[in-house]
């Protein structure tokens, strides 16, 4: 059974990159479309993007221009910069797995918090 | 860009009683691409529904979807403890589309 576990800095300074990473366990990333989600607090569910390994990439035309994201076969892994963050990039942010067989997110990790501010 | 609107916000009932909640597109959405997910406190959403209608894998059947086009609706037949939460739903354009939106929400509460 693939789970996820999302890893980063849990702040970050106004106008600086955020960087977050999520490991991959139990399967290889070898396969399906690996995702970005976030949520600020209180709030719903923002799609920020996703990365297949092929490299192929799709983003929220809202976050495109600030939004990186890229995989590490070797280490299982795959990665999310978000540039130039505001106070509204406040959230809990997700890792998940797309299943392209029932289109839609079967599995999410645990969601780490990342807090904008000075 | 295709907006979700849930409705209530907010439902108010007690256990055992059953629960409708509402998914309304702003425009028609293929079925295909309709999915639920079910959200509890301090925890990662949890898939319930995918193709507007198929319970994912371990989803008790008290659990239902179904709609087409523009309007989708979520079913809890016999709410339980552990069914208050809150809901989204959610719509994928497809053939790697760059259009994949939540609605805002259905927050269920016991009465």
């Known amino acids: 059974q693939v789970q996820l576990q999302e890893s980063g800095p849990g702040l970050v300074k106004p106008s600086e990159t955020l960087s977050l990473t999520c490991t991959v366990s139990?399967?290889?990333?070898?396969?399906?479309?690996w995702n970005w989600i976030r949520q600020p607090p209180g709030k719903g569910l923002e799609w920020i993007g996703y990365?297949?390994?092929?490299?192929?990439?799709e983003y929220n035309p809202s976050l495109k221009s600030r939004v990186t994201t890229s995989v590490d076969t070797s280490k299982n892994q795959f990665s999310l910069k978000l540039s130039a963050v505001t106070a509204a990039d406040t959230a809990v942010y997700y890792c998940?797995?797309?299943?392209?067989?029932?289109?839609?997110?079967?599995?999410w990790g645990q969601g780490t918090m990342v807090t904008v501010s000075a | 860009e295709i907006v979700l609107t849930q409705s209530p916000g907010t439902l108010s009932l007690s256990p055992g009683e059953r629960a409708t909640l509402s998914c309304r597109a702003s425009?028609?959405?293929?079925?295909?691409?309709l999915v639920w997910y079910q959200q509890k406190p301090g925890q990662a959403p949890r898939l319930l529904i995918y193709?507007?209608?198929s319970r994912a894998t371990g989803i008790p059947d008290r659990f239902s979807g179904s709609g087409s086009g523009t309007d989708f609706t979520l079913t809890i037949s016999r709410l339980e403890p552990e069914d208050f939460a809150v809901y989204y739903c959610?719509?994928?354009?497809?053939?790697?589309?760059?259009?994949?939106?939540f609605g805002g929400g259905t927050k269920v509460e016991i009465k």
């Open positions: 959610q719509r994928y354009g497809g053939g790697g589309s760059s259009s994949l939106t």
């Open positions: 193709g507007a209608s």
């Open positions: 425009q028609s959405v293929s079925s295909t691409y």
């Open positions: 139990g399967g290889s990333i070898r396969s399906y479309y």
């Open positions: 998940a797995k797309w299943e392209e067989s029932i289109k839609a997110f079967d599995i």
């Open positions: 990365i297949h390994h092929s490299g192929r990439t």
